[in-house]
Nanobody
Framework: QVQLAESGGGLVQAGGSLRLSCVAS????????VAWFRQAPTRNEREFVA?????????YGVQSKEGRFRISRDNAKNTVYLEMDSLKPEDTAVYYC????????????????WGQGTQVTVSP
């Protein structure tokens, strides 16, 4: 099973930018999807942020909640990034990456492989 580890969270002022990293290790097949979700302290469910599907290291498809959330990948480092711009206080949440061998799904329940999460806090 693929292991995922997020990093890059922290405290940032509103309007700022942040880049989160998700390092994958283990058996990564030629085609897989990595998605980013977030869970705010006031919500009981994880919200879809962005996802990408790679086939043999090439980006095959991408979806994003908003244009200010962008997903990218460094194949050499087995790392998927979530770049976030124009951050708002309502973006405050724990951000998780998840992987699957299926196509992009926007429901957290479709993913069974998760990282431990990284906290992002946006101050006004």
């Amino acid at each position: 099973q693929v292991q995922l580890a997020e990093s890059g969270g922290g405290l940032v002022q509103a309007g700022g930018s942040l880049r989160l990293s998700c390092v994958a290790s283990g058996p990564i097949l030629t085609r897989h999807t990595v998605a980013w979700f977030r869970q705010a302290p006031t919500r009981n469910e994880r919200e879809f942020v962005a996802a990408g599907t790679w086939t043999r290291g090439i980006l095959y498809g991408v979806q994003s909640k908003e244009g200010r959330f962008r997903i990218s990948r460094d194949n050499a480092k087995n790392t998927v990034y979530l770049e976030m711009d124009s951050l708002k206080p309502e973006d405050t949440a724990v951000y998780y990456c998840a992987s699957s061998y299926s196509i992009i799904r926007r429901s957290a329940g479709e993913y069974t492989n998760w990282g431990q999460g990284t906290q992002v806090t946006v101050s006004p």
